[in-house]
């Protein structure tokens, strides 16, 4: 840790406060599946069970969704949160009569129930912490937890530019802090979702991968991916889409190392493999000792019942890309730039917080001179790609596997739901990679430039976090 640079710190301090100010300005259970996920945490925390998919939110949590209008507000921007005084006092009131309740079997945790436990065993700690004040005060202190994951994720991500272009110091600040200032990082390292601790797993994920490439795989380098390859399986279930581009670095760093280690390369791997592959056998018994399928519900994304491989590999085309000549039209709208583009840019609460339209074709343009930069820093030093050409192959399998597995996930829902799984949020994990995008982009306007472009992209993202932060309190509040 002392080898870390202060840079690297300032990051994860960023974007940690920058996720406490959207924890702040967010209402409570106005994130997707916070409900859910909170429900998961209590059920723990009190009962020392796991939940289920099945039944109805402890009287606690449904009072407090009750009083905060909570579901009249979601999805319906015309509606505002509580603001006067009689309906704070009853609030207050009524969760401090419900705060002494059990859970009377209340174990209900909705669509979060079929997650692993890890991010939600962490959150026990700050619920306990809070065990003398109501609910939503404890929502609060596991809130700030949160925020130190996504601090975690931006830190990593300043590790992995650091790792991915040696040579240009100074365009790591501009890759570390992009990524902390990413409003969407924030909104959701800002809420009781498992998704926060997601993002810093992955971005650790990706940092390993690159100090092993550049440096060379070591017992504990082998093990480390092993072991965050094994943490991130028991963090949520979209890891599994990244898992094969993590296996295929691990076998392509123990081919590399046999040259000069010879066996014990292998056994570096064999040992890593063990460690990554122990979450899903215990996974896979705990459901065949249940009767449940060997894979869970990870299983249905293999479902296609409604429809051919081909024609669910087409859905998934379409889900991110324009559609190819033969191809049944399944979407009406380009997905790129409604779905995927347009959600990072800014739908907030329960996707219904946006900014007019002029905003989303302005970040276009500048998204475009932001490629267009990166674009030319690339073929610049077209010459240095070659030898990391494995490196780089990994990086597309673990971006091309998370995207195949949300595309499968959502396509369960076809034609009922068009994309019940298209929100940016899915495709955070990904972060590091914008990091380094950032990076080159600055480094593409030239020595002498170089700099003045990273304070402007950073100043840009910097300007797109505080407006996002004001377009949530004038939905929420104004």
């Not at 507000?73 to 309906?87: D, F, G, K, W, Y």
């Not at 599994?240 to 392509?252: K, Q, W």
């Not at 894979?295 to 293999?302: D, E, K, R, V």
Request: charged share 15%; glycine share 8%; net charge neutral.
């Amino acid at each position: 840790m002392r080898r870390v640079p202060a840079i690297a710190w300032l990051c994860a301090l960023v974007a940690c406060v920058n996720a406490v100010c959207w924890s702040l300005i967010t209402p409570p259970f106005q994130v997707p599946d916070e409900p859910e996920d909170v429900a998961y945490v209590k059920v723990l925390a009190e009962a020392g069970r796991l939940p289920t998919r099945d039944g109805a939110f402890s009287v606690e949590e449904a009072t407090a969704l009750a009083d905060l209008h909570s579901q009249a507000v979601a999805e319906q921007p015309e509606n505002e949160t509580i603001s006067s005084r009689a309906q704070q006092d009853k609030l207050q009131h009524d969760l401090e009569s419900t705060e002494d309740l059990p859970l009377a079997g209340a174990d209900y945790a909705g669509v979060a129930a079929s997650q692993p436990p890890l991010y939600y065993s962490l959150q026990v700690i700050p619920y306990a912490l809070g065990e003398r004040g109501t609910l939503l005060e404890r929502v609060g202190l596991m809130r700030l937890l949160s925020a130190l994951m996504g601090g975690l994720a931006a830190l990593f991500a300043f590790l992995f530019v650091r790792e991915a272009l040696p040579r240009s110091p100074w365009a790591w600040t501009v890759g570390g802090l992009g990524v902390a200032l990413v409003p969407l990082l924030g909104f959701m390292s800002g809420a009781v979702n498992a998704d926060s601790m997601l993002y810093a797993v992955t971005a650790a994920l990706f940092y390993a991968l690159a100090r092993a490439f550049r440096r060379g795989l070591t017992r504990r380098r082998a093990l480390a991916l092993g072991a965050l390859t094994a943490v991130g399986l028991l963090t949520k279930l979209n890891f599994v889409g990244l898992a094969p581009g993590a296996l295929l670095g691990l076998i392509l760093l123990s081919v590399r190392a046999a040259r000069v280690q010879g066996r014990a390369a292998y056994v570096s791997l064999a040992l890593a493999l063990g460690m990554a592959a122990s979450p899903v056998a215990v996974y896979i018994v705990a459901h065949l000792v249940s009767g449940a399928p060997a894979l869970g519900i990870a299983a249905s994304a293999l479902d296609v019942t409604h429809g051919s491989v081909l024609r669910e590999l087409s859905y998934i085309w379409q889900l991110y890309l324009p559609r190819l000549p033969g191809m049944h039209a399944d979407f009406g709208v380009l997905t790129t730039q409604q779905i995927w583009f347009k959600g990072y840019v800014g739908l907030y609460g329960w996707l219904d917080t946006q900014f007019p339209a002029w905003v989303y074709q302005l970040a276009l343009i500048l998204t475009a001179l932001i490629l267009a930069l990166c674009a030319r820093s690339v073929l610049a030093n077209a010459a240095a790609l070659r030898p990391r050409v494995g490196e780089l192959m990994v990086y597309c399998v673990m971006c091309a596997g998370l995207l195949a597995l949300v595309g499968a996930d959502s396509y369960i829902g076809f034609p009922g739901t068009n994309t019940e799984y298209g929100q940016a949020r899915y495709l955070l994990p990904m972060l590091p990679l914008l990091g380094v995008v950032l990076a080159l982009a600055a480094r593409g306007a030239g020595r002498r430039w170089g700099p003045t472009a990273g304070a402007v992209i950073v100043m840009l993202f910097l300007a797109h976090d505080i407006f996002s932060q004001l377009q949530e309190v004038a939905r929420f509040y104004g």
